[in-house]
Every structure is written in C-alpha cells, then in structure tokens.
Nanobody, 123 residues
Framework: QVHLVESGGGLVQTGGSLRLSCAAS????????LGWFRQAPGKERDFVAA???????LYEDSVKGRFTISRDNAKNTVYLQMNRLKPEDTAMYYC?????????????????WGQGTQVTVSS
C-alpha cells in the first residue's frame, strides 16, 4: 500500500503563491492517477485537481488558470502549484491515489489518502 505525505502548506496573503508536494512511498505511483482535494472547516472534502499517469489533467472550475497539478514519476511525487490565492482557498489540502488510469472528480474513486497540509490565505 502506498503511503502519501503532503507538505508545502502555510500562511500566505491574498494573491500569493504556494507549492504543495505529495510524496509517495511504499510502492511506485506507476499507472495511478492522483488527485488533490481540500476541506474547509465544516464543509465537505472537495475536488481540486487530478492528473493521470501520462499527465492529462483535470481541474475544478474555481482553480482553473490559478492552480497547476504536475507529477514527477522519477521522484514519486505530485505537486500542486497554487498562484493568485484567495481567502476562499483556505482549507486542509489532501492528495490521494486513484487506482484507475483516469482523472476523476469523485472522492469515492480514490483509495489512499495523505494526512493533509493546511493552507491559510489571509485577506
């Protein structure tokens, strides 16, 4: 089973940038798609972005043009570059693996989850 560890979160002002990392260990990511989700206090865990094994990507509408998901298979790591951050981006951010080869928006399609990294955007 793969073990995922997120990092790179923090406190940033509106308009700032952060780069989140999701490092996998235990097995290679291989053909798995990966996704980023976020959860604000009192809200559901929502889809942010996903990437397939060959770097096809999918984004939630509110982050299109601001966030970029990428992966480095040699490093077994997935990234989420977040630019032009807004207060509404404040949440705990989680990465997860999806055993299929497609990029999915559905939380139920993902099987392994990291512990999350907190992103706080101040106004």
């Amino acid at each position: 089973q793969v073990h995922l560890v997120e990092s790179g979160g923090g406190l940033v002002q509106t308009g700032g940038s952060l780069r989140l990392s999701c490092a996998a260990s235990g097995r290679t990511l291989g053909w798995s798609a990966l996704g980023w989700f976020r959860q604000a206090p009192g809200k559901e865990r929502d889809f942010v972005a996903a990437i397939t094994w060959n770097s096809n990507t999918l984004y939630e509408d509110s982050v299109k043009g601001r966030f970029t998901i990428s992966r480095d298979n040699a490093k077994n790591t997935v990234y989420l570059q977040m630019n032009r951050l807004k207060p509404e981006d404040t949440a705990m951010y989680y990465c997860a693996t999806q055993p299929g080869r497609w990029a999915s928006r559905e939380r139920v399609d993902y099987d392994n989850w990291g512990q999350g990294t907190q992103v706080t955007v101040s106004s």
